[in-house]
């Protein structure tokens, strides 16, 4: 049974400042999402990964995937308010996915 | 917009009473998921559909829980006799058409007394 690890399990840091947030899995990865949620709603998809060393960004986002397809981590730079929020990452695509703990992030003004 | 509502977005009931959550994809879909949510851990997975068919339940889907999705459309999730342990938020997810992604719905929270 793969299992996803996430570190850390929580944060909290000031506007303005950087941060990472990591997902190690057991096994290798079939196809890698990060996730968003908010108290009291669904994950929102924010980039799904595929390829081994691949990097994406999204606005001030960036996640990066293990060469090994393991690893994954997401750096948010200059964190606002509005980031605040469960990241969750996940394996499986079309298949029943596999999710982390999460990491519960907290952004204060 | 992910293209999935629920309903109703939060349930509280009593011990050993029978409720029923709805879960209605919007946008064209193919595969229809079904997870569950504790508090502090992220969504397991309990079943999922592709169109009318059932076609994998995990180890979590006691014999109390029941899902159907009777025209390959909306679906629905029952859980009979619940227990205290059934407190949780319930997500439905779905698989566009033509994507390896699944889009969530905003979930049912579930309260057992």
């Known amino acids: 049974t793969q299992l996803l690890e996430q570190s850390p399990q929580f944060l909290s840091i000031q506007e303005g400042e950087n941060l990472t947030v990591y997902c190690n899995s057991s096994?290798?990865?079939?196809?890698l999402q990060w996730y968003r949620q908010e108290p009291g709603e669904g994950p929102v998809l924010l980039v799904t990964?595929?390829?081994?060393?691949e990097v994406k960004k999204l606005k001030r986002l960036t996640f990066q995937f293990g060469d090994a397809r393991k690893d994954s981590s997401l750096h948010i730079t200059a964190a606002q308010p509005g980031d605040t929020g469960l990241y969750l990452c996940?394996?499986?695509?079309?298949?029943?996915?596999?999710f982390g703990k999460g990491t519960r992030l907290s952004v204060i003004a | 917009d992910t293209g999935v509502s629920q309903d109703p977005r939060h349930k509280i009931t009593k011990r050993g009473q029978n409720v029923t959550f709805r879960c209605d994809p919007i946008?064209?879909?193919?595969?229809l998921y079904w997870y569950r949510q504790t508090l502090g851990q992220g969504p397991e997975f309990l079943t999922y559909?592709?169109?009318?068919?059932?076609?994998?339940k995990s180890r979590l889907l006691s014999d109390r829980f029941s899902a159907e999705r009777p025209k390959g459309s909306f679906s629905t999730l029952e859980i009979q006799r619940t227990e205290q342990g059934d407190s949780a938020m319930y997500l439905c997810?779905?698989?566009?058409?033509?994507?390896?992604?699944?889009?969530f719905g905003p979930g049912t929270r579930l309260l057992v007394l």
């Open positions: 996940a394996d499986g695509g079309n298949t029943p996915l596999v």
């Open positions: 096994s290798v990865f079939s196809s």
């Open positions: 990964v595929v390829t081994g060393g």
């Open positions: 946008s064209e879909h193919n595969r």
């Open positions: 559909f592709q169109n009318e068919a059932q076609l994998e």
């Open positions: 997810a779905i698989l566009r058409r033509g994507e390896e992604t699944q889009y």
